[in-house]
């Protein structure tokens, strides 16, 4: 690793790669970023080139490492995690920076990750697992509603359903088990008592024994204003929390990240890579464990990588080296906002192929970034490939500031069909 600029590769196609992948190319010790995939994005950025490779093709993407002599790997996406990519790229002598098939569990099984939070003490929902639609439903019966009903695989974020009656809560079981909503993820199912408070994404990065916190955030899971709608893999984030005040923040470290950690190299799957704790605080200030997430958030990553001085290939590479305890990590203080611009009628059936219009008007202007996820580039067109499209970022020197830059930026965009919230951070703009 005595290169003067590391070659990197970034594994994944959604805003949350665009992210890493620019933030990597900020760096003084890197000279170039490849995207595998990638998006209309990536395409366009200076330093960036777009590979060809599916997330999981493991093959294509080994031989692809080995051939561009690349130095560094850091995998977006839960799903090539879960399937070992990580484990598989060690074995071949790259530098991958993330967790082993064995870690990644504690996403990929909501039931294996409820365990070990009771196992080690862990705070968190009380929950029961299930494959019998009847002992669910009975199950149900005896307890306080809502109740929250999650697939057991993964299921892009959306395998989550709340609730608030028994109808609702019987046809979420059906679905699941019987109906196949989630497919494989959904053959067993963890249901779990509600929590009530406010919710926020705590990231850190670990080693297999050491951390570093990145910092705090919170993202709009719901699709509409007021955080009503159905739930999606999120509508637009904000770094830092203020939810997250210090005692939270050492509650968090004490009581969560510390003995997850613990538990998890004593379970003979010590923890490498982005690990996401996602949150409910309690009005006490209490914080217990929703759902962990063994990869950085999408929409979390934009703001809190716009907000990152510290050069993001040193930290990967101290993590991979176990010497993330001589690392830190430098952030301008100035909070960040993103706001996700979607197609119209996500997370259900979406029109694409829309020419998106006003990018160059904004790219260029001082703390905003446009970061693509659902987007490709064709003929010199960028246009719509997915649900969410687009995540429009500002920073400034405070969040109402922050917030109103991000909106004027997401004026200046179109194609006709495009959709947002107008009140990301709302909870944190308090009106006095």
């Not at 991958?96 to 870690?103: D, I, M, N, Q, V």
């Not at 909070?335 to 990018?359: D, R």
């Not at 969410?388 to 109402?400: F, N």
């Amino acid at each position: 690793m005595d290169k003067q600029h590391n070659t990197v590769l970034v594994v994944g196609s959604g805003g949350r790669e665009h992210a890493l992948a620019w933030r990597l190319a900020q760096s003084p010790t890197v000279g170039r970023v490849f995207v595998a995939p990638g998006n209309g994005g990536t395409a366009c950025e200076t330093g960036m080139d777009n590979v060809d490779i599916a997330v999981d093709e493991h093959t294509g993407l080994i031989d692809f490492c080995q051939k561009k002599g690349v130095d560094l790997v850091v995998v977006g996406p839960e799903q090539p995690l879960v399937n070992g990519l990580v484990d598989a790229m060690q074995a071949a002598g790259i530098h991958c920076f993330g967790p082993s098939a064995k870690a990644a569990r504690l996403e990929g099984s909501k039931a294996f990750s409820k365990h070990f939070l009771q196992k080690y003490g862990i705070p968190t929902a009380d929950y029961a697992v299930f494959s019998d639609t009847d002992a669910a439903k009975a199950y149900v019966r005896k307890q306080t509603l809502p109740v929250v009903i999650k697939a057991d695989g993964l299921a892009a974020g959306k395998g989550v359903i709340i609730a608030h009656n028994l109808t609702e809560a019987d046809s979420a079981i059906d679905n699941m088990l019987q109906g196949n909503a989630f497919g494989e993820a959904g053959h067993r199912i963890v249901i779990e008592e509600f929590l009530e408070g406010e919710e926020a994404s705590f990231i850190v990065m670990a080693d297999g024994e050491h951390f570093l916190p990145m910092a705090t955030s919170q993202d709009h899971k719901a699709r509409d204003d007021g955080d009503t709608g159905p739930n999606t893999g999120g509508m637009g984030a904000y770094s830092p929390a203020p939810v997250v005040s210090e005692a939270v923040y050492n509650n968090t470290i004490e009581r969560i990240i510390k003995p997850t950690l613990k538990g998890m190299a004593a379970e003979g799957a010590p923890f490498t890579g982005f690990l996401y704790a996602g949150l409910m605080i309690d009005k006490a200030g209490n914080p217990k464990v929703l759902e962990f997430n063994v990869r950085f958030g999408d929409p979390e990553t934009q703001p809190i990588m716009l907000r990152l001085q510290s050069p993001l290939d040193q930290l990967c590479l101290a993590a991979l080296n176990t010497q993330l305890h001589t690392a830190t990590a430098q952030w301008d203080k100035r909070p960040a906002m993103g706001v996700v611009m979607a197609e119209k009628g996500y997370p259900q059936a979406y029109p694409s192929g829309h020419a998106i219009t006003g990018l160059d008007t904004v790219q260029n202007k001082t703390d905003i970034k446009v970061f693509h996820a659902g987007t490709a580039c064709e003929n010199g067109r960028i246009i719509t490939s997915g649900g969410r499209v687009l995540c429009v970022c500002a920073m400034a020197d405070d969040l109402p500031q922050a917030q109103q830059k991000a909106y004027q930026a997401v004026a200046a965009i179109h194609w006709g069909n495009e959709y947002f919230r107008t009140d990301i951070g709302h909870k944190a703009i308090r009106s006095p």
